[in-house]
């Protein structure tokens, strides 16, 4: 199947840990986004990388880093996690110049 | 601070309905508009890109952009329950940036 995909779909832990979600896509795309939706579920974008190239950094705590191996990889490091970094992150691609954006399936982080 | 904005609903449309669905944006300079469909708990979903002034068709659905009100809608005939789901409007955000801005959805519910 060609989509794309994030690794886990669920994270739970404790507040101070440190955490990965990974995301990986097969659409051959070279721009990949990192998305927060919080509780209220407004979608905001946090980084974007294109061809390993970062070219989106929003305001966010600097306890967030991205990395992206390759064109079909972008992950987001976590450190010190707070209560209100629980919400869902989305991982998205697209082909630059496109603007249209393919979202991954979600992961769910609950910081208790 | 560039701005999506849409009536966050609830729209209630009975089965068989026109549901009608808007959202205004704020930068003159954007080209490229979106409409994405999330069912509760998934992620968002590509329905509909429009890029021109005036109406763009696919099947049950229909984009309208009025780039001189910076106004774009999206009409769905013969409205089902199943299109019942929360509908987000996004924006390109211009300056060669990949940004999207998202609007915070409306929630649609199609009653049988």
């Known amino acids: 199947d060609t989509a794309v995909s994030q690794t886990p779909k669920y994270l739970v832990t404790q507040m101070g840990n440190d955490k990965s979600i990974k995301c990986e896509q097969n659409l051959g795309h070279d721009t990949m986004y990192w998305y927060k939706q919080d509780s209220k579920k407004f979608l905001k974008i946090m980084f974007s990388?294109?061809?390993?190239?970062?070219?989106i950094n929003e305001t966010v705590p600097n306890r967030f880093s991205p990395k992206s191996p390759d064109k079909a990889h972008l992950n987001l490091h976590i450190n010190s996690l707070e209560l209100g970094d629980s919400a869902v992150y989305f991982c998205a691609s697209s082909q630059h110049g496109s603007h249209e954006q393919y979202f991954g399936p979600g992961t769910r982080l609950t910081v208790t | 601070q560039k701005e999506v904005e849409q009536n966050s609903g609830p729209l209630s449309v009975p089965e068989g309905a026109i549901a009608s669905l808007n959202c205004t944006y704020s930068?003159?300079?954007?080209?490229?508009f979106f409409w994405y469909r999330q069912y509760s708990g998934k992620s968002p979903e590509l329905i509909m890109s429009?890029?021109?002034?005036g109406d763009k068709e696919d099947g049950r659905f229909t984009a309208q952009l009025n780039k001189a009100s910076q106004y774009v809608s999206l009409l769905i005939r013969d409205s089902q329950p199943s299109d019942s789901a929360t509908y987000l409007c996004a924006v390109n955000s211009p300056g060669g940036s990949e940004k999207l801005v998202f609007g915070k959805g409306t929630k649609l519910t199609v009653n049988p």
């Open positions: 990388y294109n061809n390993k190239e970062l070219i």
């Open positions: 930068d003159r300079g954007s080209q490229s």
């Open positions: 429009i890029y021109s002034n």
